[in-house]
């Protein structure tokens, strides 16, 4: 059963830079499927962030592509998020997923993060 | 780019059937047959109920239906139950090799 898990520092300054990364189980990140991060602000919808593939290759949310940074570890079977100069707008549940084709058919749990100052 | 358009809210009785419109354009409903739904009960992560506009995946009921004619997909479920309150998600991929969100449809079954 293919399981993912998100992990990061809950609290982030405004200005700093959101580092999440996600723990794939059950499946090989390099299986062939793009892995993908969406967040969501309390009460709203989901925004698609960007996604990776396991050799890099990666492509990001326009709206966000100048902040975005997306990595991939093989060795660790995990991919990790950076955003850098967050501010309060940024604050949301944070999910990565398995993506095939755009279709995310495995999410984690989402991650709160909150840009406090 | 700009979110897909849902309507807000839409509500049925139990063992009606109920449709959820995705409005976009060219550059993404329109142009490409990859669509997809989610359903997210509060406080859990979204659930994938159709993919490639009309394809259930494994163990979703098939009570759920996808469609898309010109720039607007549906989702129908069909056969109300009280478990299908939930917010409904449609997704497409876009002309920028990017995917984009409408912005959810919250269903209360009466």
């Known amino acids: 059963q293919v399981q993912l898990q998100e992990s990061g520092p809950g609290l982030v300054k405004p200005s700093q830079t959101l580092s999440l990364t996600c723990t794939v189980s059950?499946?090989?990140?390099?299986?062939?499927?793009?892995w993908s991060w969406i967040r969501q602000p309390a009460g709203k919808g989901l925004e698609f962030i960007g996604r990776?593939?396991?050799?890099?290759?990666?492509n990001s949310n326009p709206s966000l592509k100048s902040r975005v940074t997306l990595s991939i570890d093989t060795s660790k079977n995990q991919f990790s998020l950076k955003l850098s100069s967050v501010t309060a707008a940024d604050t949301a549940v944070y999910f990565c997923?398995?993506?095939?084709?755009?279709?995310?058919?495995?999410w984690g749990q989402g991650a709160l993060v909150t840009v406090y100052s | 780019q700009s979110a897909l358009t849902q309507p807000a809210s839409v509500s049925g009785s139990p063992g009606q059937s109920i449709t959820v419109s995705c409005t976009g354009t060219?550059?993404?409903?329109?142009?490409?047959?990859?669509v997809s739904w989610y359903q997210q009960h509060p406080g859990r992560a979204p659930k994938l109920i159709i993919y490639?506009?009309?394809k259930r995946p494994s163990g979703v009921s098939n009570r759920f239906s996808g469609s898309k004619s010109g720039d607007t997909a549906s989702l129908t479920i069909s056969g109300l139950q009280a478990e299908d309150g939930a917010d409904y998600y449609c997704?497409?991929?876009?002309?920028?090799?990017?995917?984009?969100f409408g912005g959810g449809t919250r269903l209360t079954v009466l």
């Open positions: 490639d506009v009309t």
């Open positions: 997704s497409s991929y876009t002309s920028t090799n990017t995917l984009v």
């Open positions: 990776i593939y396991f050799t890099g290759n990666s």
């Open positions: 059950g499946d090989s990140i390099s299986s062939g499927y793009f």
């Open positions: 060219s550059n993404d409903v329109g142009g490409y047959n990859y």
């Open positions: 997923a398995r993506d095939d084709w755009y279709a995310f058919d495995y």
